[in-house]
T-cell receptor
Framework: EPEVTQTPSHQVTQMGQEVILRCVPI?????FYWYRQILGQKVEFLVS????????KSEIFDDQFSVERPDGSNFTLKIRSTKLEDSAMYFC????????????FGPGTRLLVL | SQQGEEDPQALSIQEGENATMNCSYK?????LQWYRQNSGRGLVHLIL?????REKHSGRLRVTLDTSKKSSSLLITASRAADTASYFC?????????????FGRGTSLIVHP
């Protein structure tokens, strides 16, 4: 089973600051996803990324969000100017192939915006 | 929305009992998946059932799918305290080219030792 790590595990930031969340799959996967989960609520899809470009994104993924693979292995989610409502768990997931049905999730980054 | 909705929202049982969680959805699906989430952790894929399947087993897990009723159930037999977690169903659309699963709000299961 593919393994996914995320850093940091926790991050506290001030409103308006930029944060970068990182995802590192252990093996060389090409298909990445970001989800968020506000405390006590459902897991929400943000964006999928394939072959170094966004393949699908949700309404949540507005201009304050961006994703990239800066060095071919790490997969990052950047939030440019954080808002209080961005406080949530952010999960990275991978699939083993495009259209792959089983998603393998990382442990998440807990983001708290003050 | 085609998202799955789990029922009940919370379930509390004694160790050794069976736990049944249900999921209902609104539109035609390609497949339905069940995930488990321990508190503060990521989701772990448990089982996937396709629209042309009616039942699947994996260890103590049994999943059924009734496409006529647009519902699925997850049964955990002989539950253990370690089964305490939130359980989510996720649906993947039958058409539209999107493979993104849409998650429900989950059932919180507590198994008392």
């Amino acid at each position: 089973e593919p393994e996914v790590t995320q850093t940091p595990s926790h991050q506290v930031t001030q409103m308006g600051q930029e944060v970068i969340l990182r995802c590192v799959p252990i093996s060389n996967h090409l298909y990445f996803y970001w989800y968020r989960q506000i405390l006590g609520q459902k897991v929400e899809f943000l964006v999928s990324f394939y072959n170094n470009e966004i393949s699908e994104k949700s309404e949540i993924f507005d201009d304050q969000f961006s994703v990239e693979r800066p060095d071919g292995s790490n997969f990052t989610l950047k939030i440019r100017s954080t808002k209080l409502e961005d406080s949530a768990m952010y999960f990275c997931a991978i699939t083993e192939r495009v259209g792959g049905e089983t998603q393998y999730f990382g442990p998440g980054t807990r983001l708290l915006v003050l | 929305s085609q998202q799955g909705e789990e029922d009940p929202q919370a379930l509390s049982i004694q160790e050794g009992e069976n736990a049944t969680m249900n999921c209902s959805y609104k539109t035609s699906i390609n497949n339905l998946q069940w995930y488990r989430q321990n508190s503060g952790r990521g989701l772990v894929h448990l089982i996937l059932i396709r629209s042309n399947e009616r039942e699947k087993h994996s260890g103590r897990l049994r999943v059924t799918l009734d496409t006529s009723k647009k519902s699925s159930s997850l049964l955990i037999t002989a539950s253990r305290a370690a089964d305490t977690a939130s359980y989510f169903c996720a649906t993947v659309l039958a058409s539209g080219g999107s493979y993104i699963p849409t998650f429900g709000r989950g059932t919180s299961l507590i198994v008392h030792p």
